[in-house]
């Protein structure tokens, strides 16, 4: 309550974080599978990508063809997830907005003329450190915002920035606890460090696989947990499935994959991290969005009065209901 | 405030015989509150928000070409960030991306 007070915060902490993830629960069927028919094809075709450029052996031939094909993905899952967080508000605001082509054309226009920004935009935020909640915000409130009711970008780009700015606390910790920038940075400097200590120190002071295993296990847990606890702990147990899923199989079913001979090296291809990022971005993703609609639509109540309406029209049904 | 102050003195522009209730931002017209309607955030005059809403229509088809081309634009940035994004993949090292530095840091710092 302190902190609300000496922020000017609206509402607790905690309480977006908290209510994304029910509102993602709540969320209808037709919500779930655009974010999915969106976001799922960019997914696998940058891991696709990301494997090629690592060994395809005339992979430089195929990089500006595949490079344009993952642009058109990445416009694709933008307008998955803005269809998305319409349904959501759509949950959230109680009434259904008919999801027209014309709608979902100006969403493809809208997403493919103000997302890419955020990809060279979030990155460069994520270095500087300060202003990049603000930075991060403003791109996700586009994809809530954006949601092919205007065209009018002018006014989209002023709201999304006016909101982006509001409730910093609760802002902050939504980003801590939710934003897959985070976890990439936090798997980045983790991994990053231990491979610096067993390419550069461990060659200097000779070599001990057990002892460098432990040392960058360590570091692992002391660099990733505080900078993304939930993204520490999604990564951690989706790695361990990944790694002992191929074993599990030949147990179980008797079933032998080329993943199982690689004894456990895996874990150190690039490819393989690459993986666990983007299954651990598809679980963390569609709740950070949850939250932004939260966010927004709060924002939006303030002039509109939609949550009270919305609160009068629960409490009448529930009076009904018990009538 | 100064606004808050004049209008107990105003009438409406349409309705002399009514005092104001609102002051359009657009036009600065004192107006009464059956002559005034809540737009995006903003208490307007009817006459300011016919006007808005034509000069919009009218720039809609002309922000509608804009909005491709931005979005065409937008397509050409990712293109050429994920074009950089595939160089640097193809310029490390495969020991690298195979995770052998794990297995045999001194092999792989031999050039």
């Keep these: 309550m302190r902190a609300m007070r000496r922020t000017g915060d609206r509402y607790g902490p905690m309480q977006v974080p908290e209510e994304a993830v029910l509102l993602a629960r709540r969320a209808p069927w037709a919500a779930w599978a655009a974010y999915l028919v969106g976001t799922v094809p960019f997914v696998m075709g940058l891991l696709y990508f990301w494997s090629d450029m ?49 709608r979902i054309r100006r969403i493809c226009w809208l997403q493919a003329a103000t997302q890419p920004l955020g990809l060279l935009a979030i990155p460069l935020a994520l270095i500087a450190m300060i202003p990049f909640a603000h930075v991060h915000g403003f791109f996700q409130n586009l994809t809530v915002l954006g949601d092919g009711e205007t065209t009018d970008t002018k006014l989209l780009r002023t709201k999304a920035w006016k909101y982006a700015r509001l409730d910093p606390l609760s802002h902050h910790l939504t980003i801590w606890l939710l934003s897959p920038w985070i976890l990439g940075l936090a798997m980045i400097l983790s991994f990053g460090l231990v491979w610096f200590l067993m390419a550069v120190v461990a060659i200097e002071t000779g070599y001990d696989p057990l002892a460098w295993f432990i040392v960058g296990a360590l570091l692992y847990v002391l660099v990733m947990w505080p900078l993304s606890p939930l993204g520490f702990a999604l990564v951690l147990n989706l790695g361990l499935l990944f790694v002992y899923l191929p074993e599990l199989l030949r147990i179980l079913f008797g079933w032998d994959t080329i993943f199982r001979l690689s004894s456990g090296y895996a874990v150190a291809n690039t490819t393989f991290l690459a993986a666990l990022f983007g299954v651990a971005f598809l679980c963390l993703d569609p709740i950070l969005k949850a939250a932004y609609v939260i966010r927004c639509f709060k924002q939006d109540s303030l002039t509109t009065g939609r949550d009270i309406l919305v609160a009068l029209e629960t409490q009448r049904a529930a009076q009904e209901d018990a009538e | ?70 979005a065409f634009v937008g397509v050409i940035l990712l293109w050429l960030l994920f074009y950089g ?27």
């Excluded at chain 2, 595939?86 to 690298?96: D, E, M, N, T, V």
């Design chain 2, 85 to 111: 994004m595939g160089r640097i993949l193809l310029a490390l090292p495969s020991s690298f991306h195979e995770g052998q530095v794990w297995r045999y840091p001194a092999e792989w710092s031999e050039p």
């Design chain 1, 54 to 102: 690592s060994r395809g052996a005339l992979a430089y031939e195929r990089c500006a063809p595949a490079a344009l094909g993952l642009a058109l993905l990445f416009v694709g899952m933008k307008c998955g997830q803005a269809v998305y967080a319409a349904k959501l508000h759509d949950v959230m605001s109680r009434r259904i907005r008919p999801l027209s082509a014309r």
């Design chain 2, 1 to 70: 405030m100064a606004d808050m102050n004049d209008i107990h003195s105003q009438r409406c522009f349409h309705h002399p015989q009514r005092e104001a209730a609102a002051r359009c931002p657009e036009c600065r017209r004192f107006y009464c509150r059956e002559c005034v309607v809540d737009h995006e955030t903003r208490i307007l005059c009817a006459d300011c928000l016919d006007r808005l809403v034509t000069a919009r229509a009218a720039g809609r088809t002309r922000s509608g070409r804009g909005l491709m081309l931005r």
